[in-house]
């Protein structure tokens, strides 16, 4: 075989989607900045083949394939719109619920369409419920039926791992069997082999990746599923180098979110940032089938943020209770103080952690009073920059000035102070586990900004600021508006991001204007500046030597 890992597959991938990606994204001439390689114990990754700058686009990565998620809410299988009722308007042809006629025909939806016709099984809501969701078999069934009508497609997704062997057996293989094999072949009638099913559900239990960009049109976002076939070619790295955003017609476009040198992995990261060690890599090892032993899951202090650490229990110790080795297969290993050796087991670790998680699961997003009472009642159990503490610090930041009983002008001193600190604790783990640029740095600058502009507001109009002092507040928030600006500038216009960027661009050119306006404002609008009342005014005879010994000899 000429080519065992499929990279011309790939390769062909990375032109095609050029041609579907906007220009000002990336050029249709647009050369590669990186080659695919076959690397143990990793398998395909990619590689960058020459020095590439923050903030450079990597590459675009149309999809291969869309469908619903397995547990979506009722939606149109046309254009992807949430619908209210099952009895709405169904499709005509196949009986499943749909927006309108027009809908019958567009997307993918003609691939399923079909097949229900022929196999004459007509859907019905009784059919589906927590044991058999509505769309889990949706998109496998979308995908076996590529190969019947974009031979380039099928040939792509086939090009992508599955990993059978290591998917036989478990609880989700039995699951997929069940709900989407047996449902396929003996409800929908496809004639269809087992095996073919479960390597299209593997290819996309490995390799999927969440669309949630915007509906042309409207302000709702899409809830579905897709496969970026060059996007998961990348290996995963818990603090990864790269950024993606997903354009309005659900095109991928992937940046580089920090430098990467030359022979240096373009890494992703397939689990969720904000979480510790223990749980990504459980969610790793049952969704994606490998245990991650990346540079921030090998270390106890993750990178020095104590992301998942406790904080000692024993009389006067202080110290840090972390994981004796969490790259452990069965995150089993006990866990050890690192100063007085005191040890947990890590089935307590894990009680503790799942005990907070489900009262933080129980409680509102915008229900502050409840945040802070759970960040009190367990701020002397958890280390300060414990994943769950910066978890409720992130909540606190996004809604403290945001929901009513809190909204920004009626905050006190205290709560702005609070809304500041939550937003700066964020960013100090940020620095650490997501430099560059950030699609959550750049939300967290833009909450913080506005904090600090109303502190500094209130202290000029009670006059207790020194011009030097106000323009210094002034300057910060104008950095954090800048850094929001570029952290978010490649968000799609329709998105909340995108309309945050826009946002902080206009406030960032008021900001500017109201800066050179305070240079030129009256002194008496300011405190004076340290020096200036009891600034001595002396002659040239003052500053005789002569003269200067007698004025300390009358002190």
């Given amino acids: ?55 450079e686009v990597l590459f675009v990565d149309h ?12 939606m149109c299988l046309g254009c992807y719109r949430q619908l209210e009722s099952w009895d709405s308007y169904k499709c005509s042809k196949c009986g499943w619920p749909m927006c309108s006629p027009e809908c019958e025909t567009r997307g993918y939806h003609p691939l399923e369409c ?30 076996f039926f590529l190969q019947n009508f974009e031979k380039d497609k099928w040939e792509t997704l086939m090009a992508m791992e599955s990993h059978n ?15 989407v094999v047996n449902f396929i072949r003996n409800k929908i009638n496809v004639d269809v082999d087992e095996e073919t099913l479960h390597t299209i559900t593997g290819i996309l239990d490995v390799n999927c990746h969440e669309v949630r960009s915007n509906i042309p049109g409207t302000k709702d976002q899409y809830r579905v599923r897709g496969i970026y076939p060059l996007c998961a070619m990348m290996s995963h790295f818990c603090s990864c180098n790269t950024h993606h955003t997903l354009m309005d017609d659900m095109t991928m476009v992937v940046i580089a979110s920090r430098p990467i040198k030359k022979g ?11 979480s510790a060690t223990t749980e990504r890599r459980k969610h790793l090892k049952y969704g994606k089938f490998f245990d991650c032993v990346c540079e921030r899951c090998s270390d106890p202090t993750e990178l020095g943020t104590y ?30 103080c690192d100063e007085c050796q005191y040890e947990v087991k890590a089935a307590t670790v894990e009680r503790l952690n799942k005990v907070v998680a489900y009262e933080l699961q129980e409680t509102p997003d915008d229900n502050i009073p409840a945040l802070e009472n759970i960040f009190r009642k367990y701020q002397f159990i958890l280390h300060p920059q414990h994943f ?127 800066i050179q306006t305070v240079k030129e404002l009256p002194a008496s609008h300011f405190s004076p500046e340290e020096g200036d009342e009891a600034k001595p005014q002396y002659t040239e005879e003052d500053l005789t030597l002569e003269t200067l010994l007698k004025k300390l000899e009358e002190q």
């Avoid at 062997?165 to 709900?179: A, D, P, S, V, Y």
């Avoid at 006067?316 to 006990?334: E, F, H, K, W």
């Fill in 114 to 143: 079909t097949a229900y016709q022929v196999g004459n099984y007509k859907p019905e809501l009784k059919d589906f419920g927590d044991d058999q969701f509505m769309y889990e078999s949706m998109l496998p069934l979308r995908c």
């Fill in 264 to 274: 240096e992995q373009m890494t992703a990261s397939y689990t969720h940032l904000l």
């Fill in 388 to 514: 769950h503490m910066v978890g409720i610090k992130h909540s606190l930041s996004q809604v403290i000035g945001r929901v009513e009983g809190y909204l920004l002008p009626e905050l006190t001193e205290a709560q702005l102070a609070r809304k500041i600190s939550c937003c700066r604790d964020l960013l100090k783990v940020l620095d650490v586990l997501d430099p560059g640029i950030s699609r959550l740095r750049g939300l967290t600058l833009y909450e913080l900004h506005a904090p600090l502009l109303i502190t500094a507001n209130r202290a000029f109009q009670e006059t207790t600021l020194r011009r030097s002092e106000f323009l210094d507040r002034l300057h910060e928030a104008e950095g954090y508006l800048d850094r929001t600006v570029y952290c978010l500038q490649f968000e799609p216009n329709s998105s909340v991001e995108g309309q945050i960027c826009k946002i902080a661009r206009g406030s960032l050119a008021e900001l500017k204007s109201w």
């Fill in 307 to 336: 992301f998942g650490a406790l904080k000692c229990s024993q009389a006067g110790c202080g110290g840090n209770i972390l994981s004796s080795n969490p790259t452990q297969v069965d995150n089993d290993a006990p866990w050890r």
């Fill in 1 to 55: 075989m000429g080519d065992p890992y499929h990279l011309e597959t790939m390769y062909r991938w990375f032109q095609y989607s050029i041609t579907k990606a906007p220009p000002h994204i990336i050029s249709p001439t647009e050369k590669r900045k990186w080659n695919i390689e076959y690397v143990e114990p990793y398998g395909r990754c990619t590689i960058a083949t020459r020095d590439i700058a923050e903030g």
């Fill in 63 to 74: 999809p291969v394939i869309t469908g619903p998620k397995q547990n979506s809410e009722l």
């Fill in 165 to 179: 062997e290591l998917r036989r057996g478990t609880e989700l293989w039995q699951r997929e069997q069940t709900n």
